[in-house]
């Protein structure tokens, strides 16, 4: 990506605006372009910015930050096809979760994470990648399961796949960063990210979060 990367912020809390702004703007890698207070704020700012990354809120008044997400993700005739969205999540939003991976949210990250660790979700997001935090990986594992009970006996073949693609996608489904997953395998972080391409490639997935969900379906993972 040429030059900074531009962000639009998305949330009904001015005070959590204010803080992601505040430690951005030291940034020379990321570039504050607007700031929303709503649903369809966030969609009507990333039609008029074309920012790279939008972090969303998940609750605000009117449009909630899933229908926005859907909005940005799904309509190229409203929106830029290059932002991507990195939601924002409470540990009381578990029912919003699925609902914010099928509206195609690239990330999911907790509120009460580091700032610096948002931060570094925005550079992993507007790159290309997606990023889930381990808490909310297994909420959204175990909503999933809820919603689709006929998965536990009706289990996805994974056609094609190695062993060791296999032992990735497992440790992907569990929440692992490549960085962990590159020290369970004993493997370099690179080779990792060789690994990820040709799973997205073989499974049809479009990121690591819709690998999550189909490593639930395949059984490598559970909700215990």
């Known amino acids: 990506m040429n030059g900074p990367v ?8 001015q005070l959590i605006r204010t803080a992601l702004r505040m430690v951005m703007a030291d940034l020379d890698d990321m570039e504050v372009v607007g700031e929303a207070s709503t649903g369809a704020e966030a969609v009507r700012l990333t039609a008029e910015l074309a920012p790279d990354v939008v972090v969303m809120d998940i609750r605000m008044p009117g449009m909630d930050g899933i229908e926005a997400t859907r909005g940005i993700t799904t309509d190229p005739a409203e929106n830029s096809a290059a932002a991507r969205v990195l939601v924002l999540t409470t540990f009381d939003d578990d029912d919003y979760v699925y609902g914010a991976l099928r509206a195609g949210a690239s990330g999911f990250l907790v509120k009460d994470m580091a700032l610096d660790d948002i931060i570094g979700a925005v550079r992993v997001v507007a790159a290309g990648d997606a990023l889930i935090a381990p808490s909310v990986t297994r909420r959204l594992i175990r909503h999933f399961a809820s919603s689709r009970p006929e998965q ?3 289990r996805r073949e994974l056609r094609g796949v190695t062993e060791r693609e296999r032992e990735v996608l497992t440790l992907v489904g569990s929440g692992l960063s490549n960085t962990e997953i590159a020290a369970e395998l004993c493997i370099t972080v690179a080779t990792v990210k060789t690994y990820l391409t040709r799973l997205f490639t073989k499974l049809d997935a479009r990121d690591r979060v819709q690998l999550v969900i189909l490593a639930y379906e395949a059984g490598l993972v559970s909700v215990n």
């Open 6 to 13: 531009r962000v639009l912020l998305a949330d009904d809390q």
């Open 152 to 154: 536990a006996t009706a």
